[in-house]
DNA sequence: GCATACGTTTACGTTAACGTAAAGTGCAAA
DNA sequence: TTTGCACTTTACGTTAACGTAAACGTATGC
């Protein structure tokens, strides 16, 4: 027995709302090869798994990925067509260094973090001192 | 008496390699107002303060950061013109903004990497059966 | 029947962040 | 002196990631 329940959909309008970005930027990533949703006709419909990749994409951005690279990471997720050793191998290799990546953003991120601190400090310091 | 010991410096050149971008990379980041080195007659002069600008800019593009929002974090960390309350209060405010992007970050990389954590044990599960 | 709202495709426009090439300057070694 | 290297300016070219507009289908309410 299949399950009763129908998964939920979305159209391309409210996916848009909800995620805050225009249609266009979604038609844009499906041209890029990042979304494939079914289609009733002409119309798109997006399908929990499509919405997933699509929040994963606009992860990526925050972090400054290129879509390119949101591609290669969404593919790791995936295991696709993936079968043979080397191909599987590969993929370890490419989880490896987005790792390393990562890593360097933390880092990055605590010394931008850090530097805040003190610029606040010294913020503070200069506004209690304007106090005759 | 004043420090003896001359400060170093650096030509356009020497700071490419060391840095690995092009030299038209660090014209650009003048052309945008996020350096301003000495000239010694038509040629740039880098100071020690001009390398620590240039390796912020770097690792704000590291984060994903437009080159505009590179100069506004670093014109955070140099206290300049900000002498009044309202402009102390106002750098008060980007601080906090900067914070919570920041934090979010944080929790992307986090996420990121538990779902490459993830992706490896697959990865390595398939690799595994994959040994008749 | 007609406006309104949503969807579609096609296509040209825009911006940031450089790349690339041309043409010239200044100095040091051969 | 000329060759070569590092520097300079000017200016046009390029790519990613969309924005924007035109022109068109389709359903829904009045």
Redesign the pocket.
């Known amino acids: 027995m299949t399950k009763a329940t129908n998964k939920p959909r979305w159209?391309?309008?409210?996916l848009?709302r909800e995620l805050d970005?225009?249609?266009?930027?979604i038609?844009?990533?499906e041209d890029?090869g990042l979304l494939s949703p079914e289609?009733k006709?002409?119309?798109?419909i997006y399908s929990p798994a499509d919405r997933v990749r699509l929040k994963l994409?606009l992860r990526g951005?925050r972090l400054g990925?290129?879509?390119?690279?949101s591609r290669d990471l969404i593919e790791m997720y995936s295991p696709d067509g993936t079968n043979n050793r080397a191909q599987l191998s590969a993929v370890l290799d490419k989880i490896e260094a987005r790792r390393a990546q990562l890593a360097q953003q933390l880092r990055d991120i605590q010394a931008t973090q850090q530097e805040l601190d003190e610029a606040e400090q010294r913020c503070r310091q200069a506004m209690s001192e304007l106090e005759s």
């Open positions: 159209s391309i309008g409210e848009a970005i225009t249609t266009r930027t038609r844009y990533y890029m289609r006709g002409q119309t798109r994409i951005k990925f290129s879509l390119e690279e």
